[in-house]
């Protein structure tokens, strides 16, 4: 399986993760990787596999999520022909196709329990039994599972069988998310951003406006490394100008004037009686103003360089944005030095 995905970063957090996952490899014992969605879950397991002795047999992905409940056994298992309607044929589950190499499990917490029963007996004992069958096959599979959730509290609430939570977790990989790994957005931001530019045929990098990058810096990140990449790249697309700086970055791409409106038999409570919806907004540390008037002048400026870059410095659909006239605008980027930013 080759995939177009790197480990790019230097953050000692991300690091330590990989660390972890290279010593693990050789093992022949399950492995657990938690982390939030878009953190990298999925190359984490390909690592595992690829420097493990079994690197050129088969690595065998299922996401548990993907398929109803009713047929994650039979996808797992396999069954006979005639087992449950529909069988017309019997088919090898996806222990039996990844036999001697590595089986990935991607969102392990979503099994049913009855998965989980059949899931144990092939992890403790070496086998399986296809669904309409009496007899078991030996196999020889390891076994990779991920998850975004906390397995432990859903053992100790009786949604997930501690004691496959303990053959599984002989060794846990924990992903750091993207908020905490730090320096590591400005070199993936630069990494997604020139091989966008390559695939779009720029015949250079100009690199992130100083705006956009602290904008990056600043963004919590909640789709991780995944949705940085999505940002990253439709700034780049959307730039007409390669040679200058990338000044604009969309984070919300549903964000639109002519978003449609909330139902009202949708709305809550609050929103019915005239509330803002949504949550509100961070409260500002006023606490740490200690000079009124260079505040007010950041925040100004930051508006300015968000909504020039947005209008790719076209000013007078800036000035109509921002409810300007040509001639105040223009006074206010000479009195921030955009001109020379810009």
């Known amino acids: ?38 953190t990298g879950k999925e190359l984490i397991a390909e690592r595992l596999h690829r420097l493990s002795t079994r690197w050129d047999e088969p690595l065998v992905i299922m996401n548990c999520a993907a398929l109803p409940e009713t047929l994650i056994e039979a996808e797992l298992f396999g069954h006979e022909a005639g087992a449950f309607t529909g069988a017309t044929k019997h088919r090898v589950g996806r222990f039996e196709e990844a036999d ?46 991920a998850t975004n959730e906390d397995l432990q509290a859903k053992a100790e609430r009786g949604d997930f069988r501690p004691d496959l939570l303990d053959r599984l977790s002989f060794e846990v990989i924990t992903l750091p998310p993207l908020r905490v790994r730090e320096g590591d957005i400005p070199v993936l931001a630069d990494y997604f951003g020139r091989r966008m530019a390559a695939e779009i045929g720029w015949e ?7 705006h956009v990058a602290e904008q990056l810096e600043n963004h919590p ?6 949705e940085l990449r999505n940002v990253v790249e439709r700034a780049v697309y959307r730039w007409d100008d390669w040679n200058a700086p990338i000044a604009h970055a969309v984070f ?18 609050s929103q019915k009686s005239g509330g803002a919806p949504g949550p509100a907004p961070a409260t500002a540390d006023f606490d740490s103003v200690d000079d009124l008037r260079a505040a007010v002048d950041d925040h100004e400026k930051s508006i300015l360089e968000h909504a020039l870059g947005k209008h790719r410095w076209n000013q007078r659909q800036t000035a ?23």
């Open 320 to 342: 109509k944005a921002l409810g300007l006239s040509y001639d105040q605008l223009r006074h206010a980027i000479k009195k921030h030095g955009l001109a020379d930013d810009g």
């Open 252 to 269: 919300d791409p549903f964000d639109s004037p002519w978003k449609p409106a909330t139902p009202s038999y949708a709305q809550s409570p």
């Open 1 to 38: 399986m080759e995939r177009e995905n790197q480990f790019v970063g230097q953050s000692g957090a991300f690091l330590d993760a990989v660390e972890r996952t290279s010593r693990a490899a050789p093992m022949r014992r399950p492995v657990l990787i938690v982390g939030e969605r878009g």
């Open 221 to 226: 990140w909640p789709g991780n490394v995944r």
């Open 204 to 210: 250079g990098w100009p690199g992130f406006a100083p």
């Open 100 to 145: 001697k190499g590595t089986l990935f499990l991607d969102e392990l917490g979503t099994l049913s329990m009855g998965a989980q029963e059949r899931l144990l007996r092939a992890v403790e004992y070496g086998e399986v039994t296809r669904i309409g069958s009496s007899r078991p096959v030996r196999i020889d599979v390891r076994i990779v599972g």
